[in-house]
C-alpha cells in the first residue's frame, strides 16, 4: 500500500486504498451520520478510494483520488474562512441539534413550560386510549423495506389531506439510498398498541449522538401528536445510553425548537486549486446566483405564513397545537 509521510504535519496519505480500520474510527471521532461508510454508499453513492490520516489531533479524511479535477466540494460545520484556502460558498443549512444532559428529567426541565404540559396531555391522552401501548427500538435490518413502506404510506395520506407532496415522491432515488442506510446502520423506534403499529421513526447512533431522521405515524393517531412524543421518547432513549447530543437534522425547526433543538450552521462551500481557477468558474457563480434567488422566495413565503399565523392566534387567543411531523 503506498503512502506518503509530512512529518511536519503529522500526515500520513494513502492515495490509492484505505488502510484496515482507519474508516472504522469515523463514527467515534465525528459523531456525525455524514461522516460515515454508509453515509458514502447510500447517500453519496460514492465508495472512497484513499484516505489521510492526522495524528495531532487525531482526523481521519477519506477521499476518491480525482487527478483532473478542478475543484472539491466540503461542508464543513465551522467557519469556512478558516480553510485559507480558494473558495466559494455554495449553499448551507442548520443543523437542528439539542445537548442532552444526563437524565430524562434534566432534559425535560430545559423543555418550555407549554411543550412540557403537551407532552404530559398527549401522553395521558395515548396511555387513557390504548393501555397496552409499547415503545420499542429495533434493528430493521431486513425489514427496512417493509418498514419504509409503511412510513411512507401514512406520510402520503397525511400530506395528500393537506394538499402537499412529500419529497420522497419528488426526489429520484432518494428512497431507495434511505432504506438502504437504514437496513446497514438504522435503528427504529416502534410505537404499537393492540398489535399494531401506530407510529415508526428511523433513528441512527453515532458516536456520542443521536441521530431522529424521519418520523411518521397512523393519520387516525393525529390527536396524539405522536411526532413529538416519538421525538421526545428518542431523546431519553438517548439519555439512556448516555449519548449527549440529539441530532434531527434540517427541515421544519418549529417542533425540533421546542424539543430544545437549536440551529448548528453546516455550509457546502467549493475549494479550488487556486483564485484564478475560482474566478474562471463562471458557470458555478451563475448557477447560486439563480439558486439564491429561489430560496429567497421561498423564505418570504414561509415568513409571511408563520406571521399570519401568529397573527391569527393572537386575534383568537388560541396557541399553536402540538407539533406535527
Known amino acids: 500500500m503506498a503512502e506518503t509521510v509530512y512529518p511536519d504535519l503529522q500526515a500520513t496519505v494513502f492515495p490509492d486504498a484505505v ?8 463514527p467515534d471521532l465525528y459523531s456525525s451520520l455524514p461522516c460515515t461508510l454508509e453515509w458514502f454508499a447510500c447517500h453519496d ?3 472512497p478510494q484513499g484516505a489521510c490520516v492526522l495524528d495531532g489531533p487525531r482526523h481521519v479524511l477519506l477521499f476518491r483520488a480525482l487527478p483532473q479535477a478542478r475543484r472539491i466540494h466540503l461542508e464543513v460545520m465551522f467557519p469556512p474562512a478558516e480553510l485559507r484556502l480558494a473558495r466559494r460558498t455554495l449553499n448551507s443549512t442548520d443543523h437542528m441539534v439539542a445537548h ?26 395515548l396511555r387513557r386510549d390504548h393501555p397496552d401501548v409499547s415503545v420499542r427500538t429495533i434493528r430493521p435490518a431486513e425489514r427496512s423495506r417493509e418498514l419504509f413502506d409503511r412510513f411512507l404510506e401514512w406520510k402520503r395520506e397525511r400530506f395528500a389531506a393537506q394538499g402537499r407532496a412529500i419529497m420522497w415522491d419528488t426526489e429520484t432515488g432518494l428512497s431507495e439510498g434511505f432504506v438502504e ?5 438504522g435503528e427504529v423506534q416502534l410505537v404499537s398498541a393492540g398489535g399494531d403499529d401506530l407510529s415508526i421513526l428511523f433513528a441512527f447512533p ?10 411518521a405515524f397512523r393519520p387516525d393517531c393525529e390527536r396524539y401528536r405522536l411526532g413529538l412524543l416519538a421525538y421526545y421518547w428518542l431523546a431519553g432513549d438517548a439519555i439512556g445510553r448516555g449519548l449527549s447530543e440529539l441530532n434531527l437534522m434540517w427541515g421544519t425547526g418549529y417542533y425540533k425548537e421546542r424539543l ?8 457546502r462551500v467549493s475549494v479550488f486549486r487556486s483564485q ?4 474562471y468558474s463562471l458557470d458555478e457563480a451563475t448557477e447560486i446566483a439563480v439558486r439564491n434567488v429561489k430560496r429567497a422566495g421561498k423564505r418570504y413565503y414561509w415568513s409571511a405564513r408563520h406571521a399570519a399565523g401568529r ?14 411531523t
Open 19 to 26: 488502510p484496515a480500520g482507519v474508516a472504522d474510527e469515523l
Open 45 to 47: 453513492r460514492l465508495e
Open 100 to 125: 442532552l444532559p444526563g437524565s430524562v428529567e434534566a432534559y425535560t426541565a430545559t423543555l418550555g413550560k407549554s411543550t412540557r404540559q403537551n407532552l404530559r396531555l398527549y401522553e395521558n391522552r
Open 181 to 185: 442506510l437504514a437496513r446497514r446502520r
Open 206 to 215: 453515532v458516536g456520542h449522538a443521536m441521530y431522529g431522521a424521519q418520523a
Open 260 to 267: 430544545g433543538a437549536r440551529p448548528k450552521r453546516a455550509t
Open 276 to 279: 484564478q481557477v475560482r474566478v
Open 311 to 324: 397573527a391569527t392566534r393572537a386575534v383568537t387567543g388560541h396557541s399553536k397545537p402540538g407539533a406535527r
